[in-house]
């Protein structure tokens, strides 16, 4: 009798069930959009029509692209046991007795079990080290749905033992498609209903759905439900009506993914390049979106130093001086400092030379470590006995506060890592330092010297991600 009142339950419950989960498609051939991964031929649709996943997946992409419903289809088309997890309501008990079933299966039955961890990037990593052992000595194929890069929110043992595959949004034909479809299924859309969607409300509706199945679908059934009919009985769904069942376009921006990551390079390339219009509307849109300005603010003063940097030395004054006021004030006052310091640094002359240091760091590692010249070494203990700081000249004693000497290692004498730029308050400096590195070879006795070679952004970025 439950199992009966529960097989009722769970067909009201489709009935009942909105638009977007009623359309779901059930099939491959009803599958809409991602023709990269799952077109005639592809790999991983091979595998799943012939039931032979051949490894763990990773399915990556924004909401309502179709990752759920790709794994329910692999769910329907495998002769495997398949499970389902949410990382959202399940934890390590869960799983261990998905695991402990799934190992009784293949030894009395050889069922392999294929389990999907829906939203896996919400597991921390002590879950995701518990999965591991299991997705290595195959008691179960993984299935990971994440809207999250999962390079970065994924462990690295877990997507190394996985095929990642990148699902995009549905472009505005696909999303006409499906609409197309709920009106025309007399069975799970509204077939069974006279239903006019003007062509200019259609568009409306795909366009501003900005590429999410589920956001267009639910818009639909908005539309429809909301409308009544005219007098011949005619839903008539015109642009009015889909404008107000989509009232505004959704920004895509996920505070911990790619669209928050691409965002804010948008928005710091901008200021890097000197155009403050480009900078105030990603600035406009990570502040619409939610964004923590505090991390604004935080990028800013990077992009002073790195950036700037001695061109114009008050704009890490300025951008400093910008989250110090933001933290007295708040929101939504505060954004006048953001922006602020966000026009300061857009408007401001350029100079990356700081990026001097990392020149210096490669040439540290290139030629390993050299001892100190013995005139620089600290002579508070070993002056007497080995002579430590012996010659050196106190510059303060010397013409204009400058004395000429030996600083680098011999070896690197006449190499020079800081080049100033020609901008702002920086060519002051470069003509200074002109004079100085004279005098300097002078009295040393240096006749070739060098600049360091430029180092790239993607080689300096690369020796900061390895240190």
């Known amino acids: 009798m439950a199992d009966l009142f529960d097989h009722q339950m769970q067909e009201r419950l489709k009935k009942e069930a909105p638009l977007a989960a009623r359309m779901r498609p059930r ?3 009803e599958y809409v959009g991602q023709e990269h991964i799952v077109g005639e031929g592809k790999l991983l649709r091979r595998a799943i029509e012939a039931d032979r996943l051949f490894a763990s997946i990773l399915l990556w992409g924004p909401p309502g692209t179709g990752k759920t419903t790709l ?3 692999i769910a329907n088309q495998t002769k495997s046991h398949f499970e ?3 990382a959202v309501l399940d934890g ?4 261990r007795e998905v695991v402990k079933e799934a190992q009784e299966r293949r030894k009395l039955y050889n069922i392999p079990t294929i389990l999907f961890v829906d939203e896996i990037h919400r597991w921390n990593k002590a879950q995701q080290d518990a999965l591991l052992p299991y997705v290595e000595n ?3 194929t993984l299935i990971g749905a994440t809207t999250e890069n999962p390079f970065f929110e994924v462990i690295g043992a877990l997507v190394s033992r996985s095929r990642v595959f990148q699902l995009r949004g549905l472009n505005q034909r696909e999303c006409g498609v499906l609409l197309n479809r ?7 859309g509204f077939g069974s209903r006279r239903i006019e ?3 200019t409300a259609r568009k409306h509706l795909v366009e501003f759905a900005t590429g999410d199945a589920r956001n267009a679908l639910n818009a639909l059934e908005l539309a429809v439900e909301s409308t009544e009919a005219d007098a011949d009985g005619i839903v008539q769904i015109t642009l009015e009506v889909a404008q107000e069942s989509i009232q505004r376009r959704a920004v895509l921006y996920d505070k911990d993914g790619d669209s928050h990551y691409d965002t804010v390079s948008a928005f710091i390339k901008s200021v890097r390049g000197s155009d403050p219009d480009a900078a105030l509307y990603w600035l406009a849109k990570m502040i619409y979106a939610g964004e923590d300005p505090r991390f604004i603010l935080r990028r800013l003063l990077i992009l002073a130093g790195e950036d700037i940097g001695l061109a114009d030395p008050n704009a890490l004054v300025v951008t400093a001086s910008a989250l110090t006021a933001f933290e007295f004030v708040g929101m939504p006052e505060g954004i006048y400092s953001i922006v602020e310091a966000t026009l300061y640094l857009a408007t401001a002359p350029k100079s990356n030379s700081t990026g001097a240091y990392f020149k210096a760091l490669k040439r540290l590692e290139d030629q390993g470590q050299v001892s100190v010249p013995n005139h620089l070494k600290d002579s508070n203990k070993d002056a007497a006995a080995l002579g430590h700081g012996k010659g050196y000249i106190y510059p303060h004693e010397g013409d204009g ?3 000429p000497q030996q600083y680098l290692p011999k070896r690197l004498l006449g190499t020079y890592f800081y080049k100033p730029s020609a901008e702002g308050y920086e060519a002051e400096i470069g003509a200074r330092l002109d004079a100085w590195r004279e005098a300097q070879r002078k009295a040393l006795g240096v006749e070739e010297y060098e600049f360091a070679p430029e180092l790239g952004e993607e080689k300096i970025k690369g020796m900061k991600r390895q240190k």
Request: proline share 3%; charged share 25%; aromatic share 4%.
């Open 92 to 95: 390590k008990p869960r799983l």
């Open 138 to 140: 195959g008691t179960i």
């Open 71 to 73: 794994a329910q289809i």
């Open 27 to 29: 099939t491959l051939d």
């Open 401 to 403: 506060h400058f004395a």
């Open 197 to 199: 969607l003007s062509e």
């Open 84 to 86: 389902t997890l949410s």
């Open 182 to 188: 709920a009106l025309a299924d007399e069975t799970r």
